[in-house]
DNA sequence: ATTGATAATTGGTCGGACCACTCGACCAAT
DNA sequence: ATTGGTCGAGTGGTCCGACCAATTATCAAT
């Protein structure tokens, strides 16, 4: 099965109005449209697509957050530059036009991750209360390993914040998001669960002592690990490691 | 007679529906409403906003999307945690909702700039093309001191490009989206100015000869110039450094 | 050529209607 | 008592037609 089949929803694709989002954003990701231009009237647009003109403002409103189309009372819609105005909903959201998570942005995203991830959870071991020290005593040393995925989610989430940065809690949900749809083909296998567990136990005893340059390792050390594992999976499912399209 | 208050201030008025979804923000981080906690049926709801039914229903579609809220057909709308499920256009509609750029939510963004993105222009010094170097060029050398807020964002934007990471980008958007707003007091000093012209141009040296080392040395140097700057505004104009709140 | 009023175009909001889905109450079969 | 199915109330999804509000194009008056 494909990576993407998991991540279908429970036979409710029924909302029309998300379909247009989609549509809208295959069609400007593509360049069909081009920055700057202008698109037809709402009126006429709904009228092609055989869709209310209610239901094509719904999905307008959409594209407009994520920074895809530009509306201005009484002029028209005009298409964005989405490299220059996109927002990372729109990344995901094409990241989830193709079937499969193209290799690129994947190798893209666990890049950033192992920059971003492994700092904070150095400032995060400084840092952190009390509290937030016993919250993740009781994720690492819970029983079993079955949940293995929500369990390490809800690590990540702790470091954040631990770490004290608004921000980065805001930057970690999307990561988790992604994780939150594929991690479970990660977390299938039983060693890499092991892995898991003892890198939460690792973490307690760096947080517990505060010491961030132990906390920056042992998050830099799983990121790796995590990130080779991807990777083979990648090389045996479609014969090539994730490379740039494009 | 719904928006006879608004008529009396035109200018200031916002397309209605936007002024619902910053209310909703704002009640739902304020902790007004609970995560997990049911919303009051659509009907309802704009019954008690006096807008119609359409009207709130773009403002949802927005909430939908920043990861406030989950909609689910015959059933009802969830708050959600914000904390878990908000993303960056959220936290930006968040940094925007007080008057003042939250001090301790500047300092979160600044510093995960300074993370990121001399790494980011450490591996673009490596990966740029040439026609990418020529366009640094380009805007490194260009006459005058003026639009320096513009072409500064299109430097950023360049290194973002010629890193071949297309998250980057994307995250990039995220903090031009608010220096486009901010950045003016800063450029506004001509001082500051002639400190990112040069950067400019140290930037397209370390490019032009490869030097990752360089560009990343270059790029956190003007991010610390400029942090200090920022900060001393601030200590200026409200006479506190930024500190975290909460 | 400039100005100012007017019409045309387009997005924003409205009110009401019906469709599609969910959930719980109820009932029948086991 | 449990299971399974039916059905109705409630809720979000879509549709329709209308009017309000902002922008732009047009053209007459100066």
Redesign the interface.
């Known amino acids: 099965m494909t990576l993407a089949a998991k991540k279908l929803d429970p036979v409710?694709r029924?909302?029309l109005?998300e379909e247009i989002v989609s549509q809208m954003i295959g069609r400007i990701v593509a360049g069909r449209f081009r920055p700057g231009e202008r698109l037809s009237a709402e009126r006429e647009i709904a009228a092609n697509l055989h869709v209310n003109r209610?239901t094509l403002?719904?999905a307008l409103?959409?594209l407009?957050?994520?920074?895809l189309v530009e509306i201005r009372?009484g002029d028209g819609i005009y298409v964005k530059n989405y490299?220059?105005?996109?927002?990372?909903?729109?990344?995901k959201e094409i990241v989830y036009l193709d079937e499969v998570f193209d290799p690129?942005?994947l190798a893209?995203?666990l890049?950033?991750r192992k920059?971003?991830v492994p700092?904070?959870a150095s400032r995060a071991a400084e840092s952190r209360t009390d509290g937030q020290l016993e919250e993740l005593k009781a994720i690492a040393f819970a029983e079993g390993d079955d949940d293995m995925l929500e369990r390490d989610l809800r690590v990540h989430?702790l470091v954040a914040?631990a770490s004290?940065?608004?921000?980065?809690?805001?930057?970690l949900?999307?990561f988790?998001?992604l994780f939150r749809d594929y991690g479970y083909l990660y977390f299938s296998d039983a060693k890499n669960r092991g892995r898991s567990a003892r890198f939460h136990r690792e973490l307690y005893e760096a947080f517990r002592a505060k010491q961030p340059a132990k906390a920056r390792k042992i998050m830099a050390d799983v990121l790796v690990y995590t990130e080779g594992k991807i990777f083979a999976f990648y090389k045996n499912n479609y014969g090539a490691r994730p490379a740039?399209r494009r």
Request: without cysteine; neutral net charge.
């Open positions: 409710t029924s909302r109005h209610a403002r719904e409103k959409k407009e957050v994520m920074g009372h490299l220059e105005s996109g927002n990372l909903e729109l990344f690129g942005i893209d995203t890049a950033i920059i971003l700092e904070m989430h914040r004290g940065n608004m921000l980065y809690i805001f930057i949900n999307f988790n998001q740039k």
